[in-house]
């Protein structure tokens, strides 16, 4: 909507939450459109991004620095069964498939459990060996790009300390450092890494003030700062994985109409770092998710708006929720539903899923109820080799309405649901089940005993 119409619908209020540089433009409907008809006419990799000059590889960079003896690189050795990907402007990217560590989302966690444990449940499937331990932090970055309280030394901190951690935690199981390669689940934290990377790469200054933290934690690698070869992201390992994944499906997703919501952070930050296909729609559009759901036999269908951010935006889901909500709705949502007649909007990133999911039920206050299924590319994908929608998928957690999309998939909504609840009965009765050790999860950090010394010890 243009400002004017913000503007009068919040009774003059006129935006808050933002700072006094935030002034409304006051577009007429006939300009705000005119505004973004670029964006509908056409906006592609080739229209868009390789038109401007050829940037610099930032790997290049960490390949001198570590030459000259100030950081050490954590390499994707064939231990980790890398398959090798082409980003943007032609570059390859490798991607580890095995030995694992997993870097956990806040928001995962804590709003879409049935994302991280598809994940999870698929390399089960597969025979992943991976590691999903709890020493780990969040990244920061929701707090950074919302409130503007962090800063650039703290994330880097951050960045370096995770990643650290992943590097040493094999060795808590004597094994060597480096064994297990990061994977990163959340959009925000992959896009945040990989700008963060950049920063300490070409900056001296930066490097300078994060060692002595760093040094303090005990998170130096003989005395150097740790650096990633790669910084990955879950949907690029299901995307170099999909013809195995679709080796497992037992569900015909032909009927499905599925569009895709591509994150801001996952590839419109670090752009020349993200995965094309030339086989994913001509190489116009990035590969992730388009090319699982193509793999698996579902209708991927384009639509007006697949360049526009989900709404999250960070400053706005914190200090103008309704312009979220109403982008969200307006912008995605009603154009998935009533131009593309998809069955289900999928996405890769935490906060797109979430605002996706979670804005619809506002829309029935104002008549714009434009019901969609919304989840992650990993749900969907382990829907389709036989997950349950409950208890693996846990749909259950989700706003949206996806009893359609179960339905046309072929599955039983009423029989799932009871098989659920008789689950949920084995779980009161202190009968629960794990997808991975959680004796596991705690493997390094303070307090940490090795299992071996715990040997003939009462637990």
């Known amino acids: 909507m243009s400002s004017q119409d913000h503007n009068e619908q919040s009774n003059g209020a006129g935006y808050s939450g933002f700072g006094p540089e935030w002034r409304p433009v006051k577009l007429t409907s006939r300009e705000a459109q005119q505004a973004t008809a670029w964006v509908e006419a056409r906006i592609d990799r080739r229209e868009m991004l390789t038109r401007k000059d050829r940037v610099e ?31 943007l402007y032609g570059w390859t990217k490798r991607i580890p498939t095995n030995q694992l560590w997993h870097h956990k989302s806040c928001g995962q966690c804590g709003n879409i459990p049935g994302y991280p444990s598809s994940l999870l449940w698929l390399q089960n499937k597969l025979g992943i060996r991976y590691l999903d331990e709890t020493d780990q932090t969040s990244c920061t970055a929701w707090n950074y790009h919302g409130s503007g309280i962090g800063n650039i030394v703290s994330l880097a901190a951050v960045f370096l300390r995770n990643f650290h951690q992943a590097y040493v935690s094999a060795q808590a199981e004597g094994l060597p450092a480096g064994y297990y390669y990061p994977l990163v689940h959340c959009g925000t934290s992959f896009g945040n890494y990989k700008e963060v990377r950049s920063y300490l790469l070409r900056s001296a200054e930066l490097r300078a003030k994060v060692r002595p933290i760093l040094a303090k934690l005990g998170r130096l690698v003989d005395g150097k700062l740790l650096i990633p070869e790669e910084v990955v992201h879950y949907s690029e390992w299901l995307h170099v994985m999909r013809e195995r994944i679709a080796q497992h499906r037992v569900i015909d997703c032909s009927g ?31 590969a992730v998710s388009t090319g699982l759901m193509q793999t698996l ?34 912008r995605k949502l009603k154009v998935a539903v009533e131009e593309a007649h998809a069955d289900v909007m999928i996405g890769h990133d935490t ?47 989700h706003a949206s309405p996806f009893e359609g999309l179960l339905q046309k998939l072929g599955i039983d909504v009423e029989q799932a649901k009871a098989e659920f609840e008789a689950y949920l009965g084995k ?27 715990l040997a003939g010890t009462a637990t």
């Open 297 to 330: 036999g579902a209708q991927v269908v384009d639509y007006s708006t697949w360049y526009d951010c989900c709404g999250f935006g960070f400053r706005h889901i914190i200090g103008e929720r309704e312009f979220t909500r109403s982008f969200a709705i307006d």
């Open 427 to 453: 779980v009161a009765a202190g009968r629960s089940e794990t997808l991975y050790d959680p004796k596991r999860a705690i493997t390094s950090g303070p307090g940490y005993v090795p299992r071996r010394a």
């Open 351 to 397: 906060g797109c899923i979430t605002t996706l999911d979670k804005s619809q039920w506002i829309g029935g206050a104002v008549d714009k109820v434009y019901p969609l299924a919304v989840m992650a590319d990993c749900q969907f994908a382990a829907l389709a080799c036989g997950a349950h929608p409950y208890k693996l998928a846990q749909l259950h957690w």
């Open 57 to 87: 590889d930032v790997r290049d960079r960490m390949w001198e620095l570590e030459k000259a003896g100030e950081i050490v690189v954590h390499r994707i050795g064939e231990q980790h069964e890398p398959v090798s990907g082409r980003t």
């Open 256 to 286: 499905i109409r599925a569009t895709i919501h591509p994150a801001c952070h996952v590839y419109k930050m670090v752009p020349e770092d993200v995965l094309y296909d030339e086989t994913v729609m001509d190489g116009n559009r990035m």
